[in-house]
């Protein structure tokens, strides 16, 4: 990650960063004794990094749109994405990374999530939508139609709920689309559910990303 944090604002991001941490922690342990984990992944107005061996989608669509971050001020900002979404979703060997910078007295601290390592044991979403500023993969796509329009009801996964989407920007869709060798920065991950098998969840020293 290449932003800083200065001054007297960096223990309130380090906080943001700690906090979501233990209640994501307490909501993992109830969402597993259920077999599957409502999901919102945002820190605190950073972007984040996430790699994976292989996502399996279903009925994507993916339009162009702007997530909501933060500056070095503190500042709102409104940062370009393109939002891909998935009516169900299987994803092998994820991991997820964000570095908080020069935190006092720790330094550098990164919170890294893992799941889905196990053979045959992948994480499974249901109506998942990805914020995502650039992403690196081997891409495969069945019965892609490009130039769709975005928000079109007959789609079986809609726009992202709460968002609003340009109906003369780009977006396409899919019945199914494979990634493969997947490194992608996002703003924002949301799910309906997120079953996270051999969940590994960690705040390390230093820095110690995904990618």
């Excluded at 994501?24 to 972007?47: E, N």
């Excluded at 060997?93 to 601290?109: L, Y």
């Excluded at 769709?148 to 726009?159: L, N």
Aim: proline share 4%; aromatic share 8%.
């Amino acid at each position: 990650m290449n932003s800083q944090v200065r001054g007297g604002t960096r223990w309130k991001r380090f906080a943001l960063v700690m906090v979501p941490s233990i209640a994501a922690t307490a909501a993992v342990g109830v969402g597993l004794a259920q077999g599957a984990l409502a999901a919102s992944f945002s820190v605190s107005g950073q972007d984040f990094k996430v790699r994976a061996d292989k996502l399996v989608g279903e009925n994507l669509i993916q339009y162009g749109g702007l997530a909501e971050g933060h500056d070095l001020k503190g500042n709102k900002t409104l940062n370009p994405v393109t939002v891909s979404g998935f009516s169900k979703a299987t994803i092998t060997n994820m991991c997820q990374s964000v570095v908080t910078p020069e935190v006092p007295i720790f330094g550098n601290i990164t919170l890294k999530l893992k799941t889905g390592y196990k053979k045959d044991r992948p994480a499974v979403a249901t109506n998942i939508y990805l914020d995502v500023a650039d992403l690196d993969a081997d891409a495969y796509f069945e019965n892609l139609d490009i130039g769709v329009a975005a928000g079109d009801k007959s789609q079986k996964t809609p726009i992202q709920p709460g968002t609003k989407a340009n109906p003369y920007g780009f977006s396409q869709r899919a019945d199914v689309a494979v990634l493969e060798n997947v490194k992608q920065r996002a703003w924002a991950t949301t799910a309906g559910t997120f079953k996270l098998n051999d969940l590994s969840l960690r705040l390390i020293k230093g820095v110690d990303e995904c990618y």
